[in-house]
């Protein structure tokens, strides 16, 4: 694991969990406790978390929004196994809607072998990856343009999508959890996610393991307003049988070893 990747990786961890010890972080990304300790220095410097004796905690983290960049970085073998299992829900000639994230651009770059389709989406770089392909039109709402995502937020953009109507609406988030549904830092983002929902007839969220148990400030969806969650087969168990529960089928996507 490269030192970038094995960064990000500790840094959501403790992102989810508030705080992890030393030694967990070792355990977990598989390297020495001197190693770890140094990442943790760096990624202190950079204001991402703060030390504590023995471990690290986080800082603000319910509030925090990932860049694109940084997301890319994390758990991108489960982000391509989601998509490849979310993308058999899409036949040609449907209408669906896609919303920004790192999962929902590995979800675009499958739907450009579909053939005919109708896209929605609010993501310019989901709208640039889909619009390349023969026979996708891509409808894009207006809006305020949140630089960190590259998406349209606000009242404009919520007004747009209010109009439409499609079969799938498939949403990523930086939290999932049975007890609150979808969540996201930013309410701009979840009004617009929002409405990407309001717009469809099923739900799906595209969510890795990583995100799974996680929370963050903004509730973008409560857990009954979930059709389908499509997840990778490390998500927590619990969770999963917490979201079954509230009315979501599950899909597991397996993780190639080649």
């Known amino acids: 694991m490269f030192a970038a990747e094995r960064r990000q990786v500790i840094l959501e961890l403790v992102r989810s969990n508030g705080a992890v010890s030393l030694r967990e972080l070792a355990r977990i990304v598989q390297t020495s406790e001197v190693t770890v300790r140094r990442d943790l220095r760096q990624l202190a410097a950079e204001g991402l978390l703060a030390r504590r004796h023995g471990g690290a905690v986080a800082t603000n983290r319910t509030s925090y929004e990932p860049s694109c960049t940084e997301k890319a970085k994390v758990a991108g073998a489960q982000k391509e196994a989601i998509a490849a299992l979310a993308a058999e829900l899409v036949s040609p000639g449907d209408s669906v809607a896609l919303g920004p994230g790192t999962t929902t651009q590995a979800l675009a770059r499958r739907l450009t072998r579909t053939g005919e389709l109708t896209v929605v989406t609010n993501s310019l770089l989901v709208a640039q990856i889909i619009a390349q392909a023969p026979g996708v039109e891509v409808l894009m709402p207006g809006g305020t343009l949140r630089a960190s995502i590259f998406a ?107």
């Open 152 to 258: 349209t937020v606000g009242s404009a953009a919520e007004a747009g999508l209010a109009q439409l109507r499609v079969r799938h609406a498939f949403l990523s988030g930086n939290g999932l959890t049975a007890a609150r549904g979808l969540s996201t830092p930013n309410p701009a983002v979840a009004g617009a996610d929002r409405a990407l929902a309001a717009a469809a007839e099923q739900v799906v969220v595209l969510a890795d393991s990583t995100k799974i148990g996680s929370d963050a400030m903004v509730q973008t969806i409560p857990p009954e307003q979930i059709h389908r969650l499509v997840t990778d087969e490390a998500a927590d168990p619990a969770e999963l049988d917490g979201l079954r529960a509230a009315g979501a089928e599950i899909g597991l996507a397996a993780i190639s070893n080649s």
